[in-house]
């Protein structure tokens, strides 16, 4: 029932899947770009649903707090305190090791607000716990959510990186004023 209705909305919406998702692969960080608008958070749910598959997301502790912090953890949020700093990567690394399934969606950026490069977290769990990113686009130019083929980082972070960033490049976000800078300007990588 949940997979009809939340392919309903996402028809009505004008969204398409695209890509190729893999229900093999039983472990997986999703790295979805852009994420510039609350509007990706629905986005990301009524995907979700309508494939349907199994994946955690990591969000501000804020959220989860009355009155809206239950359906943030139903929909499989996961709460992160950013004002404390913590050892976030190890974190998720023995998640992965503590399951045989398990998958996280995680926005690069790190926040909707428009960035000077991407957080390398989402690329350093991958490493460490031996799973492959998918990455995901969220076009909205297009109407599309596209899945990559899963990418297996080698540990070379300047050299996967420019593979993820020209995998991302020319997405368009819902407020494209606040994606990437590297979306007009050479990135750095640190």
């Given at each position: 029932m949940?997979?009809?209705?939340?392919?309903?909305?996402?028809s009505?919406?004008?969204f398409?899947?695209?890509?190729?998702?893999?229900?093999?692969?039983?472990?997986?960080?999703?790295?979805?770009?852009?994420?510039?608008?609350n509007?990706?958070?629905?986005l990301?749910?009524?995907?979700?649903?309508?494939?349907?598959m199994?994946?955690?997301?990591?969000?501000?502790?804020?959220?989860?707090?009355?009155?809206?912090?239950?359906?943030?953890?139903?929909?499989?949020?996961?709460?992160?305190?950013?004002?404390?700093?913590?050892?976030?990567?190890?974190s998720?690394?023995?998640?992965?090791?503590k399951y045989?399934?398990?998958?996280?969606?995680?926005?690069?950026?790190?926040?909707?607000?428009r960035?000077?490069k991407?957080?390398?977290?989402?690329y350093?769990?991958?490493?460490k716990?031996k799973?492959?990113?998918?990455?995901?686009?969220?076009?909205?130019?297009?109407?599309?959510a596209?899945?990559?083929?899963?990418?297996?980082?080698?540990?070379?972070?300047?050299k996967?990186?420019?593979i993820?960033?020209?995998?991302?490049?020319?997405?368009?976000?819902?407020?494209?004023?606040?994606?990437?800078l590297w979306?007009?300007?050479v990135?750095?990588v640190?």
């Amino acid at each position: 029932m949940i997979k009809y209705f939340c392919r309903a909305v996402l028809s009505i919406w004008g969204f398409k899947i695209t890509g190729n998702y893999r229900h093999d692969i039983l472990k997986k960080v999703y790295a979805v770009y852009p994420h510039t608008s609350n509007w990706d958070f629905l986005l990301g749910i009524m995907l979700k649903g309508a494939i349907p598959m199994d994946v955690n997301y990591v969000a501000k502790d804020s959220l989860f707090r009355f009155p809206f912090g239950w359906f943030f953890r139903w929909t499989g949020g996961i709460p992160v305190d950013r004002s404390k700093r913590t050892n976030f990567v190890d974190s998720m690394v023995d998640l992965f090791n503590k399951y045989d399934k398990l998958s996280f969606a995680i926005a690069p950026e790190g926040t909707r607000s428009r960035v000077q490069k991407f957080k390398s977290g989402f690329y350093h769990i991958a490493v460490k716990a031996k799973v492959p990113i998918v990455m995901v686009k969220f076009d909205y130019e297009h109407k599309e959510a596209h899945f990559s083929d899963p990418f297996y980082p080698t540990g070379d972070y300047k050299k996967d990186l420019k593979i993820i960033i020209d995998h991302f490049k020319g997405t368009k976000g819902k407020n494209q004023n606040q994606a990437c800078l590297w979306e007009e300007e050479v990135i750095s990588v640190t």
